[in-house]
């Protein structure tokens, strides 16, 4: 989701202020508030949201965004326009990929590592992920908002239950793989016809006359000049 999409969505709820747009966002997915701000000033410019000067007492003022006309019609096209599929940019697929050059106990502390940051996603999305969507994120939300959202929550709850079954059966498969006494990477190099015949020649007893130390027959010419001589 972009953030410009996202703070325009919930602004078509009603009007907030940066900090409050911020608190909106699921915790794990939270951009910071300076970011929130630069966003949203660029989105005044645009023409899509404007804000108003509320002051305080005893406190700073406040500037509590609303979504124009145009903000809406740029929401509705742009949940109008077709998903593009974005690839996952697992960083421990690519480790896991290239996990034969190093230890297989370094590659299982990886997936370890991510099993535990999973579990604490998969226990926010059950819990406060989860009360927040029946709660409801907006005074204004309606049963047909809830679906949604709930949708939504349902979608990353599964995505890391998956996650940690599928890393469970990923250890185990590591840990039980023996490699056949093939070190990482490597290749057995197929010896020559030269070598093949010597190695051969010494298992059986007999010399092979094309390995160095024995020369090759010498032909009856050869062997008639030699007796004359």
Known sequence: MS??????????????????LGKMFFEPIQPSLSLIYRKLSKMAD???????????EKLPYRNVFQITR???NELKRWLREPVVLVPDRNPLLTQLWFG???DKEDIIADIEAYVDQAREQLEYYRTEASVAVERGLSESATSLDRLYWSLVVDSIIQHYEFTLEWANAATKRISSFE??????????RKPTSQHSRYAKGRATGKKDLLTPNHQAPQTRVARKAKRGR
């Open 3 to 20: 953030l410009k999409h996202g703070l325009l969505g919930f602004l078509s709820y009603e009007p907030r202020t940066g900090y409050e």
């Open 70 to 72: 145009a903000g809406r």
């Open 46 to 56: 645009e023409g899509l949201v404007t804000f108003e000067r509320v002051d305080q």
């Open 100 to 102: 034969s050059r190093t």
């Open 179 to 188: 490699s056949a006494g093939v070190d990482a990477g490597a290749t057995k």
